[in-house]
């Protein structure tokens, strides 16, 4: 069965850096396109970021444009949310997600979208 798994949330100052990562197993990687999502307390999940299987695109929102980075290692069955010069408003629990649909090379942010989730990793920013 579908499984994925995330580590590397924690605590860091604002202005610090954090790497997550989500190691998925029970399905062919390299075929889907992988996101990253968060939810704050009392607010709803919201998408961050994706990166298709191919490894062709990948999108962000606008929120963490510039700060953050998905990157994927399709040989390790991982894929990564590199965090830069993080905010207190990016508290939140991190979800990584398989999409539904193989083969996709347009653009997924919708939470719907995805059929398989992690079960959240918690990364806290102190001001």
């Known amino acids: 069965q579908v499984q994925l798994v995330e580590s590397g949330g924690g605590l860091v100052q604002a202005g610090g850096s954090l790497r997550l990562s989500c190691t998925a197993s029970g399905y062919i990687f390299s075929s889907y396109t992988m996101g990253w999502f968060r939810q704050a307390p009392g607010k709803e999940r919201e998408f961050v970021a994706a990166f298709t299987g191919s490894g062709a695109n990948t999108f962000y929102a606008d929120s963490v444009k510039g700060r953050f980075t998905i990157s994927r290692d399709n040989a390790k069955n991982t894929v990564y949310l590199q965090m830069n010069a993080l905010k207190p408003e990016d508290t939140a629990g991190y979800f990584c997600?398989?999409?539904?649909?193989?083969?996709?090379?347009?653009?997924?942010?919708?939470?719907?979208?995805?059929?398989?989730w992690g079960q959240g990793t918690q990364v806290t920013v102190s001001s």
């Open positions: 997600a398989r999409h539904k649909s193989p083969f996709l090379i347009i653009r997924a942010t919708r939470e719907s979208e995805y059929a398989y």
